[in-house]
C-alpha cells in the first residue's frame, strides 16, 4: 500500500491538493473569482494597429469562406439542373 494512499484516494499534490478539501462551497466560489480576476489581469490588449490588422484578416477571411460557399452552391444548382433538367409546365 501506497503512503500517499489516503482513504482510498491518492492524494494529489498541487498547491490546491490541500486547499481544495478544506473549503466550502462558498469559499470554492471566492477562490474561483479570485483566479478568474487573476486570469484577467494577464490579458493584454492589442494595439490599435493590431486590431486593425486582425479584423482585416476576419473580414478576408469571411469574403473567401463567402465566395467559396456561394461558387458551391452555384455548381451544385447547376449540376442539379442537367441532371434533373427542367419540368415542363
Known amino acids: 500500500m501506497d503512503q500517499d494512499d489516503v482513504g482510498g484516494e491518492l ?6 491538493a ?11 466560489i471566492a477562490l474561483f473569482m479570485r483566479q478568474v480576476v487573476s486570469e484577467l489581469r494577464k490579458v ?3 494595439t490599435r494597429k493590431e486590431l486593425i490588422k486582425f479584423t482585416l ?14 461558387g458551391f452552391d452555384s455548381l ?11 419540368p415542363d409546365s
Open 18 to 28: 490541500l486547499r481544495d478539501k478544506k473549503l466550502g462551497f462558498f469559499g470554492r
Open 44 to 46: 493584454v490588449t492589442p
Open 57 to 70: 484578416v476576419v473580414l478576408v477571411f469571411v469574403v473567401i469562406v463567402m465566395a467559396l460557399v456561394y
Open 11 to 16: 492524494a494529489t499534490a498541487g498547491p490546491y
Open 76 to 86: 451544385f444548382g447547376y449540376v442539379t439542373h442537367i441532371v434533373f433538367g427542367v
